[in-house]
């Protein structure tokens, strides 16, 4: 690993931890769980794209213990994992597949994947297949925030192209 | 055709209504009974028969999470909790088909099917 591609993985971390913080603090609008606006995960994706999915995978994780951590939910810790890994070797999986200017696609499926690998989680933990009930809402939900993320995630992605900084894994792709 | 952008958009907008529809329906459903249970990590705590009409307060207490349940002709509610998320206690009172969940402290509390609920009336008793 190059000493850029090392202080690039350390500051999307930064970035990353910081935006999942202020987002745990938002007070969720619905009262049906597991519905959050996945903001950190601009960065999982943002991370995908420019530094190639071993970093990526290093900086969700960090993000997802550091980040339970430091806002005292550490027991829902197994959740963000679950979701977490499930969404991301999906959107590692099918990245390949996808132009840049798709990128929101990618993020979109990844939310979804995300939704339903937390539900698998809480069946599991809670032993309550009635949650599943939950799903459809969640895919909804999935489906809008992966979209807006992901939005954000591709604009970043392409201007840093456009600036020629983002040389430290899509050039070799592209 | 699965790469065009065009695809994955009608594919997202079917999705959509698809969930839409599902979600109003689960949701909306009636429940198959007045009998409310409690569960933690899978197991039943409790099992509480709305049509009582008892009002009473109690509180699901295991390795520090602490979750206040309250019981009263309105219905069940969790009305107080230490968890950090705090989705449980803004749920309200179970009304639908959606079970109140508290994801951090492993608590679902949800309809019985009529068939559990007639079996273990016994444990309705006792608040």
Redesign the interface.
Known sequence: MSIKKLTMTALLTAAALIIYLIEVNIPSLTPIPGIKLGLANIVSIFALYITGPYNALCVLLARIFLGSIFSGQVIAMIYSLSGGLLSFSIIALIRGFFKISQIWIVSVIGAITHNIGQIIAAVIITGTPEITIYLPVLIISGIITGAFTGLAAQVLTERLIKLGLADLYVKKKT | M??T?RF?MVF?AV??C???G??WY??NREPGSRVAGI?Q???LIRRINLEDGQAFEFTISKDG?ENQVCVDEEGIRIIRSNC?????V???NLRS???I????????I?WENETDAIEDIDAVTGG
């Open positions: 699965i790469r952008t994955w997202f999705l959509l698809i969930c839409g599902a979600s689960l949701i569960y990590d899978g197991a999470m950090p998320d705090q989705t449980c803004k749920h309200g088909g959606a079970p969940v508290c994801l951090p402290h492993h608590i679902v949800k």
